[in-house]
């Protein structure tokens, strides 16, 4: 059981539940950024994240900065683009449409090529794109929390390989690092974006990226200089590599309490196989949406394939509302999220099941959450539909 106080299950798509060592851990004394102590810990948590991205490769570079998630973007459209280069974006609800924002922001040349409602754009049309004109990278989202769609990197990579060798492949991997298969090196991809606070574990306030050592030569080729000061690989690059050696650097000031966070976080995931992690979350999530199903609701990613392990986003019967349901939730102590991607925003809510929340039997979250989610639909007047066998 938990030590913490009493509190609400936290079961949205991030931030998530925390294990109770990684939020001691956030209480450690306040430290010297390049005293020899924080420089280990700092160095073996850089180190662990090659070990979480499943990559060897030495020329490939981790980077964990103070910001949230979307900080990810900026570092790509910053540091990976010049002005008016083409990028091409495959969106599959909010979270693309915001990197592609931000990539126009930057200056970047932005095709984006939507998925349906609940779906993925389709290697075809990716392939025809690409095809089509040159691009110097390709963005998709691993899992996009606004429609819990869930896209195939691997056969995705394997394609642009093929068709467009010199096109940089990059992840948004904020709601994927930690609960589904990723293999860097193997699919061969060229930057993951990410963050603490999903299925990692870690309270909001990092920013954590990956990059290969060929994103790191395409970034030393640039023409122009990074567009952004904050936002510079030229100098964060120095930095990591010194931390990762144990050498004092700096730069800007890092967060010592929310790195030992993270490295709390990440000893725990790696003192077992990734696989049993991958597969554990795949059950939990196999879990909840037999169960969302066999309430007569429809999950919002349509295609099982298509469907993400660390959320469970679907569509609310006619006539509840989330105005009336997510209180209901609430007053049996469990926190969903309402709808994000505009479309479908009104309609549908948000049941995330990741990290200590899905792993940890003790903590019964996610029977809780069902239960309370049965709940509250019938408190808010809804029936199941008869079936012919009920």
């Known amino acids: 059981m938990s030590s913490q106080p009493e509190h609400p299950a936290l079961l949205m798509p991030g931030p998530t539940e925390f294990d109770d060592a990684v939020l001691q851990s956030m209480s450690h004394h306040s430290e010297s950024h390049i ?57 599959t609800g909010y979270f693309g449409e915001g990197f592609a924002d931000c990539l126009s922001t930057y200056g970047a040349n932005v095709t984006r090529i939507d998925g349906p409602i609940g779906g993925r754009p389709q290697l075809p049309e990716i392939e025809a794109a690409l095809s089509d004109k040159k691009y110097k990278i390709l963005t998709v989202t691993h899992v996009d929390t606004s429609t819990g769609v869930l896209s195939d990197l691997k056969s995705l990579t394997a394609m642009v390989r093929k068709v467009s060798p010199e096109t940089l492949v990059i992840v948004d991997g904020v709601c994927s690092v930690g609960c589904e298969e990723l293999a860097f090196d193997e699919w061969g991809l060229d930057g993951v974006v990410s963050a603490g606070q999903k299925a990692i574990g870690c309270p909001p306030g990092l920013s954590i990226s990956f990059f290969s050592g060929r994103a790191m030569q395409v970034f030393d080729s640039r023409k122009t ?26 730069f800007a000031t890092p967060s010592p309490q929310l790195i030992h966070a993270l490295h709390t976080a990440l000893t725990q995931i790696l003192a077992r ?96 959450g069902l239960q309370s989610l049965r709940a509250a639909l019938a408190e808010c007047g809804y029936q199941k539909p008869r079936t012919r066998d009920s």
Not at 48 to 54: N, S, T, V
Not at 314 to 321: I, K
């Open 35 to 91: 005293g020899p102590d924080f420089l280990a810990t700092f160095g073996e948590t850089l180190t662990q994240i090659r070990k979480l991205f499943q990559s060897t490769d030495p020329a490939a570079q981790p980077f964990v900065i103070s910001g949230s998630g979307t900080l990810g973007w900026d570092l790509v459209s910053a540091n990976l683009v010049e002005a008016g280069e083409n990028a091409l974006v495959l969106s």
């Open 225 to 250: 200089p990074p567009s952004s000061y904050f936002g510079s690989l030229k100098k964060w690059r120095p930095i990591m590599q010194n931390y990762e050696n144990r050498k004092p650097s700096y």
């Open 273 to 368: 196989p990734l696989a049993e992690r991958f597969q554990k979350h795949a059950e939990v999530s196999d879990k909840v949406k037999e169960a969302v199903r066999e309430l007569g609701l429809e999950i919002v990613a349509t295609k099982p394939e298509d469907q993400a392990h660390a959320l469970t986003a679907f569509y609310l019967p006619e006539g509840v509302a989330i105005s009336d349901i997510l209180p209901k939730l609430e007053n049996r102590k469990v926190i969903f999220a309402g709808g994000l991607h505009k479309a479908i925003a009104s309609k549908c809510i948000r049941f995330g099941h990741m990290g200590v929340s899905a792993l940890d039997p003790n903590r019964n979250h996610i029977d809780h």
